[in-house]
């Protein structure tokens, strides 16, 4: 997926999420009906893959529109991302087999951390990791602080199938998943 496109994504998801909430529930008023079905369309599995779709000129001007018009009517609150990406395979032929990758975020601050399942972290950089030949799927957590507070993201990798050489293509399933309300991680204090 390329960066124009994920942006899109990001701006969507976020249009979503926060919209309603900056206008206390305003779009529910039946004035607001056609924009709150064509925000709800959006969401529709089969509009994404169209979004997926769209040239990446054609993705980026989308969602810069997108975060143009929000800032005319309130602020952008943009959710925090992860996704995973796979990396080059390593020069040393001897080295282990199968696909390095590598968790990316933006917006969270510095000092976010990142959890493994499916993967073997490296030991020198914990943003990579490496799946087996045998891997299906690989599970991210991302955990971190965003603008509206700490989240926890989940990013999803799967392989296509084995290649011959052993090792494994793969092709990234769900970029920036979750960003739970602040108030649910709530330790207190």
Do not use: Y
């Not at 942006?7 to 305003?26: C, H, I, P, Y």
């Not at 997926?52 to 009517?73: F, H, K, N, S, T």
């Not at 972290?121 to 030949?133: H, V, Y």
């Amino acid at each position: 997926m390329s960066a124009a496109h994920r942006e899109l994504q990001r701006v969507v998801t976020s249009l979503a999420a926060r919209l309603d909430g900056q206008f206390d529930g305003l779009l529910a008023a039946d004035r607001f009906a056609e924009g709150r079905e064509a925000l709800e369309r959006l969401q529709d599995a089969a509009a994404r893959a169209r979004l997926d779709a769209l040239p990446e000129e054609e993705a980026a001007w989308l969602a810069a529109e997108l975060v143009q018009r929000w800032a005319a009517i309130g602020p952008v609150e943009l959710d925090p991302v992860a996704w995973l990406e796979v990396e080059p395979p390593l020069a040393d032929p001897d080295g282990p087999a199968g696909t390095w990758l590598r968790v990316l975020v933006d917006g969270l601050e510095a000092g976010w951390t990142v959890a493994w399942a499916g993967a073997e972290p490296d030991a020198d950089n914990e943003q990579r990791a490496r799946a087996g030949t045998e891997t299906a799927r690989v599970v991210t957590r991302v955990m971190g602080r965003g603008p509206a507070g700490r989240v926890i993201l989940v990013a999803t990798w799967a392989a296509e199938s084995p290649l011959p050489s052993g090792r494994a293509a793969g092709t990234p399933l769900g970029e920036a998943l979750h960003a739970p309300d602040p108030s649910d991680l709530s330790d207190g204090s």
